[in-house]
């Protein structure tokens, strides 16, 4: 139990494109979802915690304008990276958690932007 | 403010020998400390909630504990398979989001 998936699990697109990122818990209702970026060899940063049918809590410094999330459902949310450049290339990771503490995270989406 | 420190950085182990990874906090509050596998290009494996200190978790060779001030991950007899890097996170009371440690890479060589 317990599994989240994420799509796609990479994505190339090019400078000045959208791209959207989706995260699905499968098994289990997710009234919470969060969104981590990591560079190589670091760990994970914490980018936006949203709640279902509420408007996301970005943390400091991460721009919500380019960093769009929707959690429409408690089994759906998505990331879009909106007019991506080269440095918002990065790993982007998903996870979700029901009631309980603990978080179960997303397979994760790499994203390069050229 | 809320820190979460994980030692070594990194650690080489032969196949067999026993070890532990540490992971220290100074949160005001503990909800609940959880211990993550990550592998190369892929997203964190769930292994340990922790909640209040004295508490002690399992999982095959695996062993997680928990006192007022830090955590061990203790690793008992390691196979090559258990190398990857080990992410110690902590959750503060009031919060939603989990403070993140640096991880300990862990290579086991056979």
């Known amino acids: 139990g317990a599994v989240v998936s994420q799509h796609p699990s990479w994505v190339i697109c090019k400078s000045g494109t959208s791209v959207k990122i989706e995260c699905r818990s499968l098994d289990f209702q997710a009234t919470t979802m969060f969104w981590y970026r990591q560079f190589p060899k670091q760990s994970l940063m914490l980018m936006a915690t949203?709640?279902?049918?509420?408007?996301?809590?970005?943390e400091q410094g991460v721009e919500k304008d380019k960093f769009l999330i929707n959690h429409a459902s408690l089994t759906l949310s998505t990331l879009t990276v909106t007019s991506a450049h080269p440095e918002d290339s990065s790993f982007y990771i998903c996870?979700?958690?029901?009631?309980?503490?603990?978080?179960?995270f997303g397979p994760g989406t790499r994203l390069l932007v050229l | 403010e809320d820190q979460v420190t994980q030692s070594p950085e990194a650690l080489r182990l032969q196949e067999g020998e026993s070890s532990s990874l540490n992971c220290s906090y100074t949160v005001s509050g503990l909800r609940g400390l959880f211990w993550y596998r990550q592998d190369p290009g892929k997203g964190p494996e769930f292994l340990f909630t922790l909640y209040s200190a004295g508490e002690e978790k399992e999982k095959e060779r695996l062993k997680a504990t928990l006192t007022k001030k830090e955590s061990f991950l203790h690793i008992t007899a390691p196979k090559p398979e258990d190398s990857a890097t080990y992410l110690c996170a902590v959750q503060f009371q009031g919060a939603q989001k989990l403070v993140f440690g640096q991880g300990t890479r862990l290579t086991i060589n056979p």
């Open positions: 949203s709640n279902e049918g509420s408007k996301a809590t970005y």
């Open positions: 996870s979700a958690k029901t009631g309980e503490e603990t978080q179960y």
